[in-house]
Structures are given as C-alpha cells and as structure tokens.
C-alpha cells in the first residue's frame, strides 16, 4: 500500500503540473510573543522578538512575515511570564512542514535590567539547536508529508468552474468554494489551477501547499467587454453631451458602435443671435490594437459614419431650417486609461465632409477653428 501510495505521488510530481518550492534557504516568520497578562506600556516583548530576530538572521536564517507570498518554512513563538519578581521566557522554534517543535529554551531569572543578558544567551542556544537541526535534514532529508485534508478553494464568482492543468475538472463554486477530490499532495507543493466562467476572462493561478492550510482563495475573475455606454464632451460641441453604445462582437477587442450627441451653439452676449441645435448621429466600427483590457492604458482605432442634423432658429419673421450634413471619419484615435476601477477614453477624429446638397458643410477636412482635430474626453459604463 505505502510502496502504491509514494508511486502514485511520484508519477504526480513528474507529470501532475507542480513543482517544488525553494527550501534551498531557510526561512522564519516570527510570532508576537504572548504575555498571559498583557502590559500595554511593556517594550520588552518587542525588543526580545527584534533579539530573535537579529539571531536567526545571524545564523543563516531569513526573516519573513508567513503570508501567502512569503511563506515560512519555521516558526518561532515565545511566552513571557512575570511571576513574583522572576521573568520566565519559554521559546519554541516549529518546522511548520511536520507541525513539530524541534527547539525550545525555557529561562527563569530575575527582573530588571540584568535579565536580558541570560535571555539573550538562551534564544541563541535555541537558535543554534534549530540551525543543527537545519543542517541535519539538509544532508539527510526526511520523508516529505503528505497533506492530510481534501483542498478547498474559495471565490466570489459562483458558478466558475475549476481545473487543474486546465483541463481536468475539480469541479465549479457553489456558494463560494469548491472541494477538491483528496489526495496526498506533498507539502508545499506548487498547484496550476484554471478558473473558468462565461462572460469572464479564464484565470490561471499557480498554488502553493501550505501544511498548515486547506483552504485557498482563487482570483477574481474579470468581466469580458460586451457592452458598454460611454459619456463624452467632445471640442467644438461643448454645449451639449454624447452618448455611444457599444457592443463587443470580438470580447474585449472588437466592436461596433452607435452615437448620439445632441448640443448647440448659442451666443447670448451677441445681440441678434439665435441659438442652432444640432444632433450628430454616427455608427462606427474598431478595434483595440494594444494591450489587454486587463492594462492601465490601451490604443485602438474605428473608422466611422457621421450624419450631423442642424435646425435654426426662427428669425426675422422667417421659418426655422433644417439641414443634413454626412461625413466620413477614415481613422479615429482611441485612448483608454483604467485607474482605481474607474474607465476614461480620449478619442481624437478629423472628420470629412462629403457636401451633400442638403447641408451646410462644403466638401472638406473638419477643423475645431479651422487648426485643430475634433478631442473627446469622456468616461466608460461596463455590464
């Protein structure tokens, strides 16, 4: 049975999809020491865990702070107790990979300033155990254990669906975590899982085993771009506001458009001037050339058709006028900024006039004041 179990493990590490972490150097996380009757005003706890510190260090060892990406291979605790006018320190130094302690150091002496020297002497004796220790399993390495419990993985996208490799399923989320079929996985084992959902962008992690842990939260997956609404104020039609819609038929990249933008132009301080409206309508079609959705910044182009409506207003006894104009946009410019979860695009378009008959607009390159592109700036409504 043991002989079937370490073959199956093995077949695993060459061909399962995970690989080793680096033990190569040691590592510790730390822990606050714990006092039973904790003193606010207290500094000795701390300058004592700084001391252990700076002995790890000293023989070897690195110092980190036991998260997710700074795993610790050991850990060190203490307990400091003040016992009528003695100060006892116990300090215990845990291989996290087989859950045991393999240092320890207990201390009793007198309070005051004279303690610190003894304790000092015994943290390093526990450290040099420890570094023993260290040097021991690096020559003859034990046995690597097993994870004992099935893997959980938690995630905010219900209904994902989990793989490993990409291709074998584990499952999908239901009410925010999936089980995973058991098996020994060796610790500290480096898993590549897959989360899948429709309308997401697929996500691929890599996992490391912790001994001490069963649960692991996966990334939340990102929505795919498919429709959007954007709000825009754009040079030359300041007073007013635009509307497009968009539908990705590429997710994320492709799409086709259609646009709104009622304003007018209206000078009130001008005696004899009566306000003009307009209403530019415009379909267009383009694309994102550079960069993932997932990036702060992205470059694109759309090509598009704009038939501008204007309507006078009535003067001098006269009838309001209505006129169409159509031009044709060959290259617009888009630029997308993603900060903090918020969207902003700036679009820059020099649209050309096709002087219909029925317009007003001779045929010609468009200009705001006859010198610059027509800018927009505006911001992106995602679902």
Same mark, same amino acid.
């Given at each position: ?9 093995? @077949? ?6 995970? +690989? ?11 822990? !606050? ?10 500094? =000795?706890? &701390? ?33 400091? /107790? ?9 300090? %215990? *130094?845990?291989?996290?990979?087989? $859950?045991?302690? @393999? ?9 005051? *300033? ?17 570094? @023993? ?11 690597? !254990?097993?994870?004992?419990?099935? =893997? ?19 499952? #999908? ?20 899982? +897959?989360?899948? #959902? ?11 085993? &912790? !001994?001490?842990?069963? +649960?692991?939260?996966?990334? #939340?997956?990102?929505?795919? $771009? ?6 825009? =104020?754009?040079?030359? $039609? ?7 819609? &968009? ?14 933008? !009622?304003? /007018? ?19 267009? %079609? ?19 058709? *704009? ?39 700036? $679009? ?26 027509? =800018?927009?700036?505006?911001? @992106? *409504? #995602?679902?």
């Amino acid at each position: 049975m043991l002989r079937a179990r370490a073959a199956a493990i093995l @077949v695993l590490l060459v061909f399962g999809g995970f +690989t080793w972490g680096d033990d190569s150097v040691p590592t510790v996380v730390v822990r !606050p020491f714990l006092l039973p009757v904790p003193e606010t005003s207290d500094l =000795l706890p &701390r300058s004592l865990e700084e001391a252990l510190a700076n002995a790890l260090r000293h023989k070897g060892f690195v110092v980190v702070d036991g998260s997710d990406a700074h795993p610790a291979r050991f850990e060190a605790q203490g307990l400091l /107790v003040r016992e009528n006018g003695n100060l006892v320190l116990h300090v %215990a *130094l845990t291989d996290l990979d087989f $859950r045991s302690v @393999v240092a320890a150091q207990m201390i009793s002496v007198y309070d005051g *300033l004279t303690a610190l020297g003894p304790i000092n002497t015994s943290m390093a004796a526990a450290v040099q155990t420890l570094k @023993v220790y260290w040097d021991s399993i690096q020559k003859s390495p034990l046995p690597v !254990p097993p994870i004992q419990d099935s =893997l959980v993985f938690s995630s905010a996208d219900e209904g994902a669906e989990v793989f490993w490799q990409g291709h074998q399923s584990i499952g #999908k989320i239901s009410q925010g975590r999936v089980t995973a079929p058991y098996y020994p996985f060796p610790s500290r084992a480096v898993l590549t899982l +897959t989360v899948e #959902k429709e309308g997401y962008t697929a996500n691929t992690v890599e996992i490391r085993l &912790r !001994p001490d842990r069963s +649960t692991y939260p996966l990334p #939340k997956l990102v929505k795919l $771009r498919i429709d959007e609404l954007h709000l825009f =104020l754009s040079t030359g $039609r300041l007073l007013g506001m635009g509307f497009e819609y &968009r539908h990705y038929f590429l997710p994320d990249w492709s799409f086709w458009a259609g646009e709104a933008y !009622p304003f /007018v132009q209206w000078q009130p301080n001008s005696a004899g001037v009566e306000p003009v409206g307009h209403l530019d309508l415009a379909g267009s %079609a383009g694309t994102w050339i550079l960069f993932p959705a997932s990036s702060w910044f992205r470059f694109g182009l759309e090509t598009s058709l *704009l038939l501008s409506q204007t309507l006078t207003s009535p003067s001098a006894g006269l009838p309001s006028q209505w006129y169409l104009d159509a031009s044709v946009i060959p290259f617009g410019v888009l630029m997308e900024w993603n900060f903090w979860g918020i969207t902003l695009e700036n $679009r820059i378009q020099v649209p050309y006039s096709l002087g219909l008959p029925t317009g007003l607009l001779a045929q010609r390159w468009l200009l705001v004041d006859n010198t610059f592109p027509m =800018l927009s700036f505006g911001t @992106v *409504l #995602k679902w």
